[in-house]
């Protein structure tokens, strides 16, 4: 396993957090995937609890790759305990070898929430622009900048794949209130 993980300090009370919901976010791959874990206060308030990538070995057979990924987010679920996984959806540009091996990523993501029982949402690149930067053709800077404003960070969450998992996570807590008015209906 080769995982970069930047986490926040706990809250004080670590045993009940006051999150009233924990997203993780998922940008896939099978080299690297970026993920960001983003909790929402009862307060309306987004925190970043952490963010990173998982790495895996490109002479690796892809089957071994994918367990890899899998065992990390097993792990990380297991950490931080959120309520919904939000994914980026399949974007199939020119590249398709490099589409199905996204493809294959988002299996082991989908799997592991399924077994967790999560909440298990899916955005295109625009969408998530859209939500983060109130365009859906932003560039990839303006919308770094926005996760960075919108959760108070120093500094922009780096590399560009955790910030994107990050990005992916507040999309999902900003949809929320909408959800959960219309869940009902």
Do not use: W
């Not at 983003?38 to 925190?47: H, S, W």
């Not at 959806?89 to 398709?96: A, H, P, Q, S, T």
């Not at 955005?123 to 859209?130: F, L, M, N, R, S």
């Amino acid at each position: 396993m080769n995982t970069s993980h930047n986490a926040r300090p706990a809250p004080a009370d670590a045993s009940s957090p006051p999150f009233e919901y924990v997203a993780l976010g998922i940008d896939p791959g099978t080299a690297t995937t970026g993920y960001g874990v983003v909790a929402l206060t009862p307060d309306g308030e987004f925190v970043l609890l952490a963010y990173g990538v998982f790495r895996t070995a490109a002479h690796h057979p892809m089957h071994l790759r994918l367990r890899e990924l899998f065992d990390d987010l097993q792990d990380l679920i297991a950490e931080f305990r959120p309520q919904g996984l939000a994914v980026e959806k399949l974007f199939f540009g020119r590249n398709v070898t490099n589409a199905i091996s996204v493809g294959q990523a988002r299996g082991a993501v989908l799997l592991a929430a399924a077994l967790h029982q999560l909440e298990v949402a899916e955005y295109t690149p625009a969408e998530v622009k859209q939500a983060i930067a109130g365009y859906g053709n932003a560039d990839k800077a303006q919308v770094q900048t926005m996760v960075q404003r919108i959760l108070h960070l120093p500094d922009l969450p780096r590399p560009d794949d955790a910030a994107d998992g990050v990005a992916i996570a507040v999309c999902h807590l900003q949809g929320l209130p909408y959800r959960r008015r219309t869940a009902g209906a």
